[in-house]
């Protein structure tokens, strides 16, 4: 089946600093989500992508889908200590089936003051 | 705002019990799902609903059984617990359609003895 892979696992940064993280994949995908969940809280939407070259901004937050509808970043500037979480990217294939998303394995991000 | 409500937030079981885990959304969507989340593995699929009373498998549904007798209400069953079930447990909801958003509970922590 689909699969994303998403880099990198882990990240250990000073405040301030601006972080990227990206998913790839070897399928078509016709939507991009990200996601970011605080310990102990389930996954909370962050950002949508809906259409290929798409740059979308929330805050500090900034994703893109990419042109070849197989990949996806998001970066994080001037990262603040309330940053800190896993985040996830989602997939919603080409050939969806009742509307489920793929997952990445998830980004978890430090953030030391 | 989408609610998502899990009935349990922390739950511990023994090996062999059944253990029924609810989840009631509020905002009418069509679309419902069970994720379980583990430690570098990310969240995977075990069963969803696109419709009361219809379910479908997901990539992981050996164990586990659903039911959706309401539309805001998806319950996830595992018939006899067992120890390689201990894992966060996500529910979530979407409106039917491509491009629809997912929405999450904050999910169940269960442990199986």
């Given at each position: 089946?689909?699969?994303?892979n ?52 929330n ?43 793929i ?5 978890e ?5 | ?40 593995l ?52 979407k ?19």
């Open positions: 089946g689909q699969q994303l998403q880099s990198p696992q882990s990240m250990f940064i000073q405040e301030g600093e601006d972080v990227s993280m990206n998913c790839t994949s070897s399928s078509i995908f016709n939507t991009w989500l990200w996601y970011k969940q605080e310990p102990g809280e389930g996954p909370v939407l962050l950002i949508a992508l809906y259409k290929a070259g798409e740059l979308t901004s805050g500090r937050l900034t994703a893109q889908f990419g042109i070849t509808r197989k990949d996806s970043f998001l970066n994080i500037s001037a990262s603040i200590p309330s940053d800190v979480g896993i985040y996830f990217c989602a997939g919603e294939g080409v050939y969806n089936q009742g509307g489920k998303l997952f990445g394995q998830g980004t991000l430090s953030v030391k003051p | 705002d989408v609610k998502v409500t899990q009935s349990s937030r922390y739950l511990v079981k023994r090996t062999g019990e059944k253990v029924f885990l609810e989840c009631v959304q509020d905002m009418d969507h069509e679309n419902m799902f069970w994720y379980r989340q583990d430690p570098g990310g969240l995977r699929l075990i069963y969803f609903s696109y419709d009361v009373k219809m379910k479908e498998k997901g990539d992981i549904p050996e164990g586990y059984s659903v039911s959706r007798e309401k539309k805001e209400r998806f319950s996830l069953i595992l018939e006899s617990a067992s120890t390689n079930q201990t894992s966060m447990y996500l529910c979530a909801s409106e039917g359609g491509v491009n629809e958003k997912l929405f999450f509970g904050s999910g169940t922590q269960l442990s199986v003895l």
